[in-house]
């Protein structure tokens, strides 16, 4: 609770960028009115990770530069995580999204990393 402590403050003072609130609200509107952990999870690999074609920060994919290539990775990568109290809010995100899909569980279909409780030893 005390990662997403910082967010919730954020929120409650309209000091959340626009970018992160929308991806926020997928999440929220995927989980609790869809109830299908995978795209969730996924609008929660497109928040912490963004689109980038390669991991952060690699930036070329070989020896010889495709032209207007550095523009394009600007603004792909993203720079969520190069903030500790971000980071500690979207992994305490993430505990959250795994405790609802305990707590309200789905279809099979529709949870990511399924586990049944009565197969757990």
Known sequence: ??????????????NVNS?????????ARI?????????ANNAYMELAIGNA???VGVTRSGI???P???????????HILNNETQR???????????????YYPADPSKCFEFVKKDDVL
């Open 19 to 27: 970018d992160q609130r929308c991806h926020l609200v997928n999440i």
């Open 88 to 102: 500690k809010y979207i992994h305490g995100l993430k505990r959250l999204m795994s405790k609802c899909q305990d």
């Open 53 to 55: 074609p390669w991991p």
């Open 1 to 14: 609770m005390k990662d997403v402590e910082p967010l919730l403050r954020a929120l409650a003072k309209g």
């Open 31 to 39: 989980i609790l009115i869809d109830h299908n952990y995978i795209i």
């Open 68 to 78: 207007g290539s550095a523009k394009a990775y600007v603004n792909q990568i993203a």
């Open 64 to 66: 010889h530069q495709r």
